[in-house]
């Protein structure tokens, strides 16, 4: 099955910096590449996807790129604020089957 | 719009008890998926229908547990006999159809004792 390995595990940075998470798939079928924010006692929130035929993706001060032949994606966060302090969780998925979730980052912003 | 709720947000059983965990999903979404959350990990994935018709519960980590979604909307997750490893936050995640994205409800945490 699939397996998705994610670093940081802890990501430190000082407000109004970048942060980047990388995340790596093991199942060159997987498609779909979603990232989501889950903050104490919530559920988790989906926060931007891409989808394998496509490279890069954009939403304001979040974007997520991906490479199909080394098989990772990363998501970088830029001008940090203190409201994305959270864990982000990144996950693969091909086809009609569930999710498969990275160990998550726990971001921390600094002010 | 209303979201993908979840009832009970927090469930405690004796060890041995059986629970029923609901999910209810965003109108008009015909998948629905159930996930195990541990502390400190990433959701896990358990269960998927699309409508009524349950197409992957290979996720399920024993015969205790038992998932449902009868008419195609609200869904059932069912844990018999209650053990404590079986401790997590339990989400419920729905979605227009299995290619589309996955939004969650917040979860149900059951502590098993």
């Known amino acids: 099955g699939e397996n998705v390995e994610q670093h940081p595990s802890t990501l430190s940075v000082q407000e109004g910096d970048s942060a980047v998470i990388k995340c790596t798939y093991s199942?060159?079928?997987?498609?779909?590449f979603p990232w989501y924010k889950q903050e104490l006692g919530k559920g988790p929130q989906l926060i931007i996807d891409?989808?394998?035929?496509?490279g890069e993706k954009k939403d304001q001060r979040i974007a997520v790129t991906l490479n199909k032949t080394a098989k990772h994606f990363s998501l970088h966060i830029t001008e940090t604020q203190p409201e994305d302090s959270a864990v982000y969780f990144c996950?693969?998925?091909?086809?009609?089957?569930?999710?498969?979730f990275g160990k998550g980052t726990h971001l921390i912003i600094q002010p | 719009g209303a979201g993908v709720s979840q009832s009970p947000r927090y469930k405690v059983a004796k060890r041995g008890q059986d629970v029923a965990l609901r999910c209810d999903p965003i109108s008009g979404h015909v998948s629905l998926f159930w996930y195990q959350q541990a502390l400190g990990q990433g959701p896990e994935f358990l269960t998927y229908f699309q409508n009524e018709a349950q197409l992957d519960k290979s996720g399920l980590p024993s015969d205790r547990f038992f998932a449902e979604r009868p008419e195609g909307s609200v869904s059932t997750l069912k844990i018999q006999r209650t053990q404590q490893e079986d401790s997590a936050v339990y989400l419920c995640?729905?979605?227009?159809?299995?290619?589309?994205?996955?939004?969650f409800g917040p979860g149900t945490r059951l502590t098993v004792t």
């Open positions: 199942d060159s079928a997987s498609n779909y």
């Open positions: 891409i989808r394998s035929n496509v």
């Open positions: 996950a693969a998925k091909r086809g009609a089957d569930g999710l498969t």
């Open positions: 995640a729905s979605s227009f159809g299995e290619s589309y994205e996955q939004y």
